[in-house]
């Protein structure tokens, strides 16, 4: 069975940090292209961040030079790092696997509000 368990979001003032993991488990994560895809209310769900199997990095527009996806293939986990917390980064963060198949987590809520 795979599951993806996201954790570390929360509520934090603007310009605050958080880091998101998510812990892989039924498969090896090393090569599936990983991602953090938010959905925000009322939106559309959005890709944040891709990490390739091969380990080239893509981000969103929004989020470039703030947040940083990084992977720990021993660990079987994938990390978001995201710096210069803005109140519209305000969604629910889920983590993916992809590889001929997707996998989805359940979500954390990030909030960023004063």
């Known amino acids: 069975q795979v599951q993806l368990v996201e954790s570390g979001g929360g509520l934090v003032q603007p310009g605050g940090s958080l880091r998101l993991s998510c812990v892989a488990s039924?498969?090896?994560?090393?090569?599936?292209?990983m991602g953090w895809f938010r959905q925000a209310p009322g939106k559309q769900r959005e890709l944040v961040a891709q990490?390739?199997?091969?380990?080239?990095?893509t981000y969103a527009d929004s989020v470039k030079g703030r947040f940083t996806i990084t992977r720990d293939n021993a660990k079987n986990t994938v990390y978001l790092q995201m710096n210069s917390l803005r109140p519209e980064d305000t969604a629910v963060y889920s983590c993916?696997?992809?590889?001929?198949?997707?996998?989805w987590g359940q979500g954390t809520q990030v909030t960023v509000s004063s």
């Open positions: 993916n696997a992809q590889r001929f198949t997707k996998y």
């Open positions: 039924g498969i090896d994560a090393s090569i599936y292209h």
């Open positions: 990490i390739f199997a091969y380990g080239s990095t």
